[in-house]
């Protein structure tokens, strides 16, 4: 881990550890991966004003997300399956996030159960939704996190149908694990992500086992998706989320200014911009495009959050000069997570917050609420 000094070297460093079928998971998009590359693409396109001689000597990336105070300006987003990046996945990636003094939330589609971290961990964390047909389970989830103490509750509205990535059909993706010869032989070679996933809590997505019909004997995820996912989904079943989930909420998978509207009006806390990290509608716009013109639309109603393709603290600046209030980032810490487990994801969290710090001194920024879009080239 010393000689690890980017995001890039995380990602190097988890592919070597874990085996390939989730090391693809992780870092694919669906079908042609267009949507995957603009969203990096995009941001490296946006370029900062270095600026001099100004009196940087006190700075501070404090700010809040929803009311609360949090260290710096991103959170850890959801994401499915962490458990397998590394045995207790969830857990170790929580408790980074809380030592960094920044929210962590956990997927529906998670390996521990709600129940499991909120035992291993002091503090709240978000939780993630997904609206399948059984409304009588996603009540009882939504019920689970209320009991879990959960400070926020994010839908995800951007995944009635699941967006195809090649790589996870070609390598029989499954959960738990596939145990087919070719599967099996790569896995010998990654004696410690197997130590590490076989003394972790479960191997199977631990909010649903045994408590969602049809799940038994369903073993790829896009098979099951496509069973018990509503595609019906509508604005009114968000009325239906508020009517059980009367905390925080933040509707997440927002990529369009009529949508960022409609979004607007639910009275939800806030919205996340964003495409699913290029996992979804392959072809859709990247998420940093359409970040300045939804901030515009709705930034003076809603808390305007953003992800997808977030490496570097440069790009965290660059989505708060472009009118979010705050980040999520998903693969950066994933990477960490199955590099080095809980270290993995602190060293994560601390490469992107030492970046945004040395990029706001040379931008001439002191602090989270002076960023805006005149540190960007126009
Ligand atoms: C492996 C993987 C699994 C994901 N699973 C979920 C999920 O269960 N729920 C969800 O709302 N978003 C999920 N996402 C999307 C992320 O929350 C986030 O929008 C995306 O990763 C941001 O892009 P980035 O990875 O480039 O930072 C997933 C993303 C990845 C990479």
């Not at 404090?62 to 105070?69: D, H, N, Q, S, V």
């Not at 979010?324 to 601390?350: H, P, T, W």
């Amino acid at each position: 881990m010393r000689d690890v000094t980017c995001i890039e070297d995380l990602r190097v460093l988890a592919r070597r550890r874990i085996p390939r079928a989730f090391s693809d998971y992780a870092e694919a998009g669906s079908y042609s991966e267009e949507t995957l590359r603009a969203n990096r693409g995009d941001l490296e396109q946006i370029k900062l004003r270095q600026r001099v001689m100004v009196d940087v000597s006190s700075r501070d990336t404090a700010t809040t997300m929803l009311g609360e105070t949090v260290s710096l300006p991103f959170g850890l987003g959801p994401v499915a399956m962490t458990g397998l990046q590394h045995g207790n996945g969830e857990i170790l990636a929580c408790r980074a996030a809380h030592a960094a003094g920044i929210p962590f939330t956990m997927s529906t589609l998670s390996i521990c159960s709600i129940e499991d971290v909120a035992a291993a961990v002091a503090k709240p964390f978000w939780f993630q939704l997904y609206v399948m047909k059984d409304r009588g389970f996603v009540r009882s989830l939504v019920e689970r996190a209320a009991a879990a103490k959960c400070s926020a509750l994010v839908l995800t509205v951007d995944l009635q149908v699941l967006g195809q990535r090649h790589a996870d059909i070609k390598n029989g993706l499954s959960v738990p694990p596939s145990l087919k010869i070719k599967n099996l032989i790569n896995m010998a070679t990654k004696p410690g992500w197997v130590l590490s996933v076989l003394s972790g809590k479960r191997w199977t997505f631990g909010n649903l086992h045994g408590r969602v019909k049809g799940m038994e004997g369903v073993k790829s995820l896009a098979q099951w998706v496509g069973s018990q996912f509503d595609e019906t989904l509508s604005w009114k079943d968000v009325e239906w989320v508020r009517s059980i989930w009367p905390g925080k909420l933040i509707i997440k998978g927002i990529l369009d200014i009529e949508d960022a509207k409609l979004a607007a009006k639910t009275g939800a806390t806030a919205l996340v911009v964003s495409n699913h990290g290029g996992r979804q509608l392959d072809g859709a716009a990247s998420s940093i495009s359409m970040l300045p013109k939804i901030a515009d639309a709705v930034g003076s109603e809603i808390e305007v959050m953003f992800d997808g393709g977030i490496r570097t603290g440069q790009d965290v600046l660059r989505a708060l000069a472009l009118g979010a209030r705050s980040c999520l980032i998903g693969r950066a810490y994933i990477f960490g997570l199955a590099a080095g487990g809980e270290a993995g994801v602190a060293k994560a969290i601390g490469i992107i917050r030492n970046e945004l710090d040395v990029s706001m001194a040379l931008t001439g920024v002191r602090t989270v609420q002076d960023i805006g879009r005149h540190i960007l080239v126009q």
